[in-house]
């Protein structure tokens, strides 16, 4: 069966990151897929037709980070199958969000031995990334255990690859939501993200980091709910 709403996670997710909010929409009778991304070396293209494909007609794409970049994706390119996205935390284009750093990821690409680029992603996440939640933490920092340098650098080198959002369609609903203490986004990509989705609903809040599914998924399944009803 085919799923209602599909959840894309960012780039230190996993199929889990969305598992309690899952069970609150399955509970409200709705089916739900969770994404997992490849170990091997993919394209986020990939990943939004992959999104699609188990997605019922018209359905919903729940995107955090990265995962919001390919729910844009989808959205642009299949817009007749895509009827709704929640983008969580995430941006507008990833040539602006990773700045010179897109370059550097292209650049270093042929070099084997990658064992360096999880310490360099851990170096880069601070409390406010967590919303000072060590639960929180502890998943997040789990997934990074988890994953190999390789499979890590397969999901940076995706995001560094990804083409612009040129337009998105207008038949396609959007929720933006933000979180107000999280570093990862600047305001500057937030408003460049209201320009070119413009949102049917926003949703700013006050605490969980970059990870607010994580931090309160029963707030967050109510949010979600009320734009799937609405």
């Known amino acids: 069966m085919k799923a209602d709403v599909v959840f894309v996670p960012g780039l230190l997710g996993d199929r889990g990151s969305f598992a ?5 929409l399955r509970d409200s009778g709705l089916a739900t897929f969770s994404y997992d991304y490849p170990s091997y070396h993919f394209s986020l293209e990939d ?14 794409i729940v995107g955090a980070s990265m995962g919001g970049y390919v729910a844009l994706l989808a959205a642009e390119r299949f817009p ?12 507008a284009s990833a040539r602006r969000i990773l700045g010179w750093r897109r370059f550097l990821i292209k650049l270093v690409a042929p070099v084997p031995n990658k064992g360096w680029i999880k310490l360099l992603v851990r170096k880069g996440m601070k409390d406010s990334h967590f919303g000072g939640d060590e639960r929180v933490k502890s998943y997040v920092l789990g997934v990074l255990h988890r994953l190999s340098p390789e499979a890590l650098f397969a999901r940076l080198k995706a995001l560094a690859e990804a083409p612009d959002v040129r ?4 038949e396609v609903l959007a929720m933006v939501v933000y979180v107000m203490g999280d570093p990862t986004v600047p305001q500057s990509e937030r408003k460049n993200l209201f320009d070119l989705v413009n949102p049917q609903r926003t949703v700013f809040l006050e605490r969980g980091g970059h990870f607010p599914y994580l931090a309160n998924p029963d707030g967050f399944a109510e949010n979600l709910l009320d734009f799937l009803k609405g």
């Open 47 to 60: 990943v939004a037709r992959e999104s699609v494909e188990v997605m019922k007609r018209g359905g919903c």
């Open 80 to 91: 007749r199958d895509v009827g709704k996205v929640v983008l969580v935390n995430t941006f």
């Open 167 to 170: 337009e998105f369609p207008p």
């Open 20 to 24: 309690d909010v899952q069970t609150i």
